[in-house]
């Protein structure tokens, strides 16, 4: 007997109504441009968002296939497909790197925020954080397809909140 978790990438995956029909495109591919900010925005799966849209808002969409993930840090839109915007209340985690997060999230897996660097950095000059991202990484490892809200690697952005941090206080780069 063949055995695939993979769901049909020609239908809609993650279809929220019984029909299961051909409510939109499959996963996104490429880039979109945010329809607040203008910037250009990656896609994401379907499976991230059902994971972390509030029921609330899962109950509005008929489909969460073909959404566009908004990373500027000024942008309310944190997700988009054509004029549909979903914003920090359409999630039920903290979307760490918009600008005012509170807790500012930016690794999910394993709860590093970035008031847990700063305080990291505060103590001892720097952070842990990067290397024990990268530990656990390899074991028990990571599930950012589900817990990130970018559907992705949080590194980038752990570094970059890193370098910001240490740049706020004054600490050397
Ligand atoms: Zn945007």
Redesign the pocket.
């Known amino acids: 007997m063949k055995f695939s978790q993979q769901t049909s990438e020609t239908s809609c995956s993650t279809s929220l109504n019984d029909k299961g029909d051909n409510c939109c495109k499959p996963q996104p591919k490429g880039k979109e441009y945010?329809p607040?900010?203008h910037?250009k925005?990656k896609g994401v799966l379907g499976k991230t968002l059902n994971s972390l849209f509030t029921p609330h808002s899962k109950s509005r969409l008929k489909c969460l296939d073909g959404f566009y993930y908004?990373k500027?840090p000024t942008?309310k839109?944190i997700y988009f497909k054509s004029d549909t915007v979903l914003t920090q209340n359409d999630l039920s985690v903290s979307a760490g790197i918009k600008k005012g997060a509170k807790p500012a999230t930016v690794c999910y897996c394993f709860g590093w925020t970035k008031e847990k660097i700063k305080d990291e950095l505060q103590q001892n000059g720097k952070t842990n954080a990067l290397k024990d991202i990268k530990a656990k990484m390899k074991n028990p490892g990571c599930s950012c397809e589900v817990l990130n809200p970018s559907g992705g690697c949080c590194l980038s952005d752990v570094s970059k909140a890193q370098k910001e941090l240490k740049e706020e206080l004054g600490l050397s780069t």
């Open positions: 945010c607040i900010c910037k925005a908004c500027t942008c839109a």
